[in-house]
């Protein structure tokens, strides 16, 4: 097993029952990266990393981490630390007692250990906080501290369940980019569970995209947001718009959809299999779509739409519409080019084929 990574997995699998909540897993995490496993409540993200944590053992399969094989390791003895969305800070102990907590259980010197947890507050932007009480700070200063309180201990990973959860929108935010900084700074690997893909998003080297136990893509955000692979993960990370229809053409790895109203437009084939006459759907993002009148810019495709209403959201404002029946939104336009919507007025969206994914209807 090569030690260029802090952490890999070869086939995992757990069993509840028939159940597999985590079935065949094998992931690879290099040395220092920000790894997240996203996905919907019950897909198994949980029981995978109480497996990696040690607090479970797998039915099948190995974990590694630099290069050590882990499965009948205690959860104690691993090269692991763990932050939880209730951090368990321990109120009747000062942030300096609680971040050395570990520290005295290792039997570190009282002297280092004020030394690393001096250094560790002011590497976390709590510096001097040493004497406070935990319950005197703010949500996202008691985030730091659990953070500090792991990292000081030095882990080759630090594994983070929805630590974010608990805290309010506009501190989610702000602690979704100092996470991503703090990780950075430290070096540490991170492994991230959340169903938040927006967390994901923002702070990850690589995600996982888990569905019913199993990893669906593992890419960086972009590719993930850009090729998605399944139309599970084109549906789950981003908004998109999903047009049911039957492929009337292929030709070059684009198809023709003939949506359920007679229109037809085109959109690139996510994958080989598709014939002619086959049920297809077609996902475009909502900010692939533009406003636009009869003249269609080169190589681009239109349909009408019905307007529903609109969604005044700051820089995020979009038109919710139909087209035979199905839900369609589009990006409003922030520039002043945007047209007067009125409910029930017919508008035509054009989009670059390109930037469409094609899948077979019931694939997963």
Known sequence: ???????????????????????????????????????????????????????????????????????????????????????????????????????????????????????????????????????????????RVALARCLVLEPTLLLLDEPLGALDLKL???????????????????????????????????????????FEQVAPPEELYREPATPFVAGFVGDNNRLSGEVVTLADNMADIRLDNGEVVRGRLAANGLSSGDRAELYVRPESLMFTGEALKDGFCAMQAKVLTTLFDGANSRVEAENGGQPVFARLPQDGTAPRLTTGAEIRLAWDPKLARVYGAGQS
């Open 172 to 214: 989610r935010e702000q602690m979704k980019v100092e996470l991503k900084h703090l990780q950075k700074q430290f070096g540490t690997t991170f492994v991230y569970i959340t169903h938040d893909q927006s967390e994901a998003m923002v702070m990850s080297d690589q995600v996982a995209v888990m569905k019913n136990g199993r």
């Open 1 to 143: 097993m090569a030690t260029e990574s802090d952490l890999s997995c070869n086939g995992l699998i757990r069993r509840f029952g028939k159940t597999a909540a985590v079935d065949h897993i094998s992931l690879d995490v290099p040395a220092g990266t920000f790894f997240s496993i996203l996905g919907p409540s019950g897909c198994g993200k949980t029981t995978l990393l109480r497996l990696l944590a040690g607090f479970d053992k797998p039915d099948e399969g190995d974990i590694f981490i630099r290069g050590q094989r882990m499965n009948d390791v205690p959860p104690n003895k691993r090269p692991v630390n763990m932050v939880f969305q209730h951090l368990a800070l321990f109120p009747t102990m000062t942030v300096g007692d609680n971040i050395g907590y570990g520290l005295k259980r290792r039997k570190v010197p009282a002297a280092e250990r004020r030394k690393r947890i001096a250094r560790v507050l002011e590497q976390v932007g709590l510096p001097g906080l040493e004497q406070r009480n935990p319950q005197e700070l703010s949500g996202g200063q008691r985030q």
